[in-house]
């Protein structure tokens, strides 16, 4: 039996992460895969996708900056790292009592990289992943935003850092993300 792959999604903050979610999920459907889709960016006003689990129907981000005090950066990494002291809830129930055909889970995470970078959350949550599942990173990149060396440079450097930070497989997706006002 094929082991089910954790797909997490991160990248800079409107890089089209949800994006590349709603592409795979879009992809996956057409060839009549099970898979499963997690909403980790409770900022996320609106997702084309409909989420099997959604972050934002558990934690309110603007309840966490009122009682805490706390500004939008802050109020985000402090509802992912609340939602994430029951992630391993979530891989259990994945894996227990999901469909056992279900092939991959696609996790899109929020834009604020210090979740896996400095905080140990995004630590965590790729670890409790690796015991249940074959887990991969894609970092999206916006190649719009990515124009001169110097912030390619960059944006390739976080992504060495997640790289180490995660110990976990990582591809670079490169995306043009269009948006339409």
């Not at 558990?58 to 002291?85: C, D, H, M, R």
């Not at 604020?112 to 790729?126: D, H, M």
């Amino acid at each position: 039996q094929l082991k089910k792959i954790a797909v997490v999604v991160t990248g800079y903050s409107a890089s089209g992460k949800t994006q590349i979610i709603y592409r795979l999920h879009s992809y996956i459907s057409g060839k009549k895969l099970n898979h499963f889709l997690i909403n980790l960016d409770p900022g996320a006003v609106e997702i084309p996708y409909q989420a099997n689990i959604d972050i934002r129907d558990n934690i309110n981000q603007y309840e966490i900056k009122n009682q805490f005090l706390i500004g939008p950066n802050n109020y985000v990494l402090t509802s992912l790292n609340l939602f994430l002291t029951k992630f391993n809830q979530v891989v259990d129930f994945i894996s227990k009592y999901i469909n056992k055909k279900l092939t991959y889970i696609f996790i899109d995470s929020p834009g604020q990289l210090e979740i896996f970078l400095w905080s140990i959350s995004g630590f965590i949550l790729i670890n409790l992943l690796k015991f249940s599942f074959k887990t991969i990173v894609i970092f999206v990149i916006d190649i719009f935003k990515n124009k001169d060396a110097h912030t390619i440079f960059l944006t390739i450097l976080t992504a060495l850092l997640l790289l180490f930070r995660l110990k976990s497989r990582i591809f670079l997706v490169k995306n043009v993300k269009i948006d339409f006002e």
